[in-house]
């Protein structure tokens, strides 16, 4: 089974579960509204049970996850049933193969007429024998992030998926749907919110041969973030995260050697990759699931703060008031980046040289808050420690943003490490000898760029 259409009878199978358990509190035990949607998720749980013994269905930072499967579109039944298992204290439901319809139909009658909460995994078992139920049992969730790491990278790469297809499908003449764009783009917003760590930290991919679409999804990452960190409602954030994900969807119409030019462009040329913007307004007003806002601030994302930039707008316009957070995005991963004709600037060196920007090309504000949201140590820093180690910056510590998550990568003797140490600056623990360790200063990361790639590769699980 392909991934969309097993995501899709994940989603389906616990909505069901959700049907019955609120239906539960409407009808009858044996009312077809309480029994066909267990009837049918007992039905739905074999497809998966055919290469496992056993499935779990695990709470998580308030987000449900199936089988590694994050579920983050809850509708009402889903919701409720969410706030059943928490409540009771279930974090792990897991289902035995030799489960039985029975099984369930008694777990959902459990889960209505159980009025204790907060109880402990062990309470939640003695109390599940109890009511006959042989083949569902509940586990502590491990208090790690090994599945945020897990999930968001899954979701990067589904992201990066997406809008390859969506490119290609245009060079090929084809209008693709909207719809996987705006999946995606719900899906990054919610695991920032679930676990920003874990969702920013792979914005440091940064993959030359498929530069187009890892720039495209590091570009919604970013925007999202901002935009969560300016309130944006849910819906705005994702017309925010559409248009940033598909904002250089009209470099498709243009020639793939002017595009990968590595050298300055002509005059001529330049003004071909100036219709980009206009190209993508055309396409995304094509495709279905696309806001007209998200289309605008497409159209919008090379006009500049101070209303130069292109494509030429009347005296007066009124740009979208949105638009001014994808520059700002783009700007900072274009920065970051290493290209053929220019050499990547590390976070803080990128952030200085936006500040400048601000008022002219970019907007002040925005840049001001992605310089908040990013810390004072964004995350792909280098820095040395007061221990004179090496370390590489991978997520935000506590309350104190002078005191980040690192990874530990060069000892105080200049050797690589053989494996990364993984560090919270903000935890008072310190190093066997006692010290606590501190940062000192930025290093540039080009005296270490090989074994910060072998450390990112090994923190992020990619390698």
């Given at each position: ?119 402990s995994p062990r309470e939640i078992q003695k109390l599940l024998v109890q009511a006959g ?331």
């Amino acid at each position: 089974m392909e991934r969309r259409a097993q995501e899709l009878l994940i989603t389906e199978m616990i909505r069901s579960l959700g049907a019955s358990l609120k239906n539960r509190g409407l009808y009858p035990p044996s009312h077809p509204q309480v029994k066909s949607p267990v009837e049918k998720v007992f039905k739905d749980l074999r497809v998966f049970f055919a290469d496992r013994d056993e499935l779990a269905l695990a709470i998580s930072d308030g987000t449900l996850v199936f089988e590694g499967y994050p579920i983050f579109n809850l509708t009402s039944p889903l919701e409720f049933f969410v706030g059943r298992l928490t409540r009771i204290g279930a974090p792990a439901v897991i289902f035995g193969k030799h489960l039985t319809l029975e099984d369930l139909e008694i777990f959902i009658r459990f889960l209505h007429e159980t009025k204790e909460q907060g109880l402990s995994p062990r309470e939640i078992q003695k109390l599940l024998v109890q009511a006959g139920i042989a083949h569902i049992r509940v586990k502590p969730i491990e208090e790690n992030d090994q599945d945020d790491k897990a999930i968001a990278n899954e979701i990067y790469t589904n992201a990066v998926s997406v809008v390859t297809s969506a490119m290609m499908d245009v060079r090929m003449g084809r209008i693709p749907s909207g719809a996987e764009s705006e999946r995606v783009t719900r899906d990054i917003s919610s695991m920032l919110t679930r676990n920003r760590d874990a969702m920013m930290a792979l914005t440091l991919i940064k993959n030359f041969d498929e530069y187009t679409y890892t720039h495209s999804v590091n570009v919604a990452v970013m925007a999202l973030a901002v935009a969560d960190a300016m309130r944006l409602s849910a819906p705005d954030k994702i017309n925010v995260g559409v248009a940033g994900l598909l904002h250089d969807i009209g470099k498709t119409q243009l020639a793939l050697d002017l595009i990968r030019k590595p050298s300055t462009l002509t005059v001529e040329e330049f003004e071909e990759i100036k219709k980009h913007p206009q190209e993508g307004f055309v396409l995304l007003g094509k495709m279905s699931h696309i806001r007209p806002d998200s289309a605008y601030i497409v159209l919008e994302h090379h006009l500049r703060f101070d209303q130069s930039g292109y494509p030429p707008q009347s005296k007066g316009y009124q740009s979208h008031e949105h638009s001014n957070i994808i520059p700002v995005a783009d700007c900072y991963d274009a920065l970051t980046t290493m290209r053929s004709y220019q050499k990547a600037r590390y976070p803080q060196q990128a952030l200085e040289i936006m500040s400048k920007l601000a008022g002219k090309s970019l907007d002040p504000y925005v840049v001001s808050v992605i310089s908040k949201t990013l810390g004072a140590y964004p995350v792909g820093t280098m820095v040395r420690l007061n221990t004179m180690e090496i370390a590489l910056v991978v997520g935000q510590g506590g309350a104190d943003e002078e005191s980040p998550k690192v990874v530990v990568i060069v000892d105080r003797n200049g050797n690589p490490l053989p494996s990364p140490e993984h560090v919270d600056l903000s935890e008072p623990e310190g190093t066997d000898d006692g010290h606590r360790r501190s940062i000192l200063a930025t290093v540039n990361p080009n005296l270490y760029s090989s074994v910060a790639a072998g450390a990112l590769s090994a923190t992020l699980e990619l390698a």
